[in-house]
């Protein structure tokens, strides 16, 4: 049976809020529309800057995943992972599956990273994961972790084609960069799931070129919920016009755009939303 982890996370949101151990980021979001296509474009408020910055100075730079703030404990996923509260969420329910020990977030995924992911994201109604495989692909922490929220921030994904064959190898149109999306099956178990997932991202690597070495992976972004997963191979971590320049990670592709500040948002409107995501991407033959 499925747990629905919406009430868990907003109690423990409450409480670490309380304490001061979250801070909710407040984002002005701007609509942008570009070829057809809608996208969010946010920044940071000035408020939650300054908040930030804050606490940014009185951090240590250690892992903050190990070992975690107890303030920041959703549940026990399994005995490899936990779900974890984001602690600078800029999404409501934003959450984690966090690995109990130190796992490189380059490293190969496993199955306790899939049977992690299949119980939290389907514990959310309309739940999104995302993935950031490494610095290079817009991750702030080599610890390994997923992010699980929800989906209505990403306006892109109600575009891609979840509703082809679970399983095929599908490409979403307006992207004209390498990558793959896979649909699943969302009625199935969630153990089934969970390795229908895991052979889907394996796929999605294969068709890709991601390959390891050494144990690690390129890097990569995933976007995903239960009836299909994005995979996007990534070439480096930032766009810059030499000016402006901004770090790109998984939820980008589904069409939401943060940046550092409203001065940036007519440079990366006027260098196409589209063309920031090529940028940082392999191209299509």
């Avoid at 049977?115 to 495989?133: E, H, Q």
């Avoid at 890097?219 to 030499?242: I, Q």
Wanted: with cysteine.
């Amino acid at each position: 049976m499925t747990t629905d982890w919406t009430p868990a996370i907003r109690a423990a949101a409450q409480a670490a809020q309380a304490q001061g151990a979250m801070v909710p980021l407040l984002s002005d979001i701007h609509a942008v529309r570009q070829a057809g296509l809608d996208f969010l474009v946010a920044h940071l408020s000035s408020l939650s800057l300054k908040d930030l910055a804050k606490i940014l100075q009185q951090s240590s730079g250690a892992n903050p995943f190990l070992p975690y703030e107890p303030a920041m404990f959703v549940a026990d996923l399994s005995d490899t992972h936990v779900l974890l509260l984001n602690k600078f969420p800029i999404f409501p329910d934003h959450a984690m599956a966090v690995t109990r020990r130190f796992m490189p977030q380059t490293g190969e995924l496993e199955d306790s990273d899939f049977d992690a992911v299949a119980r939290a994201v389907r514990g959310l109604p309309d739940g999104v994961f995302m993935f950031n495989g490494g610095k290079n692909a817009g991750a702030s922490q080599p610890h390994r972790h997923a992010h699980i929220l929800p989906s209505h921030q990403l306006p892109l994904m109600g575009h891609f084609p979840f509703n082809a064959a679970p399983g095929t190898l599908q490409q979403v149109p307006f992207f004209r960069f390498v990558h793959a999306l896979v649909p699943l099956d969302a009625q199935l178990p969630e153990a089934e799931w969970a390795r229908q997932l895991q052979d889907a991202v394996q796929a999605g690597f294969a068709h890709c070129g991601l390959e390891p070495h050494l144990g690690e992976l390129p890097p990569y972004n995933l976007l995903g919920n239960r009836r299909g997963v994005l995979v996007v191979p990534r070439r480096c971590e930032h766009w810059s016009d030499g000016t402006h320049s901004l770090s790109i990670h998984a939820l980008h592709f589904g069409g939401w755009v943060g940046v550092k500040g409203p001065d940036q948002i007519e440079p990366i409107c006027q260098a196409g939303l589209m063309h920031v995501l090529e940028a940082v991407t392999q191209p299509r033959d």
